[in-house]
């Protein structure tokens, strides 16, 4: 496990922003560590500057509370949220930059192209926690939040988390991916049996 001056305090304040109604379980605290976890690992994989990657990936859902409020693009708040709050911790000024760019591109459908490997691998650890085993948990969580039917969680698999593994940039996420994908897979065949009574 990394740990760079300004990560303790980072993780504080990320813990802080994180709490409250406004903040989804499916996109809270725990989310944001499992992406941080990813990201460490992949980036030692792929030779990533660490030190942008993981600021990045601390700071990538801080702005979910005021996207929950307003409806504005959590990716463009976090990533001022992220110019703003590095400085102060002692992070380095030559790096924000790119670190506020991976922030803005972590989100695969609304936001620009990854330019860099640390917004490349930031887009592939977010995409990855929303497979596998977590994200057949996540996917349900978020019908919970939503109020909708086990059916349209079941259509979320199809509709989008399927299709995640062609998405991912680095050869460590597409062999993560790859496996994962197996656990989804396996989970609807499950689903099918329970609900269908097939023999």
Not at 9 to 15: C, K, P, S, W
């Amino acid at each position: 496990m990394s740990s760079f001056p300004w990560e303790r305090d980072l993780a504080a304040f990320v813990r802080r922003r994180l709490r409250g109604p406004d903040v989804p379980p499916s996109h809270g605290y725990d989310h944001v560590r499992r992406v941080v976890s990813l990201c460490e690992f992949i980036g030692r994989r792929e030779g990533a500057d660490l030190e942008v990657l993981l600021a990045a990936a601390w700071l990538h859902d801080v702005g979910r509370p005021e996207e929950e409020r307003t409806g504005r693009d959590h990716a463009r708040v976090s990533a001022r949220i992220a110019a703003r709050v590095l400085p102060s911790l002692g992070f380095p000024r030559d790096k924000l930059d790119d670190v506020v760019h991976a922030i803005e591109a972590h989100r695969y459908s609304t936001g620009p192209e990854p330019r860099t490997l640390e917004a490349r691998i930031l887009q592939d650890a977010d995409n990855l926690d929303a497979m596998g085993a977590v994200g057949i948990a996540r996917c349900f969580c978020v019908v919970g939040e939503r109020g909708t039917s086990l059916e349209d969680g079941i259509q979320h698999f199809h509709e989008k988390l399927l299709r995640l593994p062609r998405l991912m940039h680095t050869e460590t996420a597409r062999r993560l991916a790859r496996a994962r994908a197996r656990r989804l897979l396996a989970f609807l065949d499950w689903f099918r049996d329970e609900t269908e009574m097939r023999s």
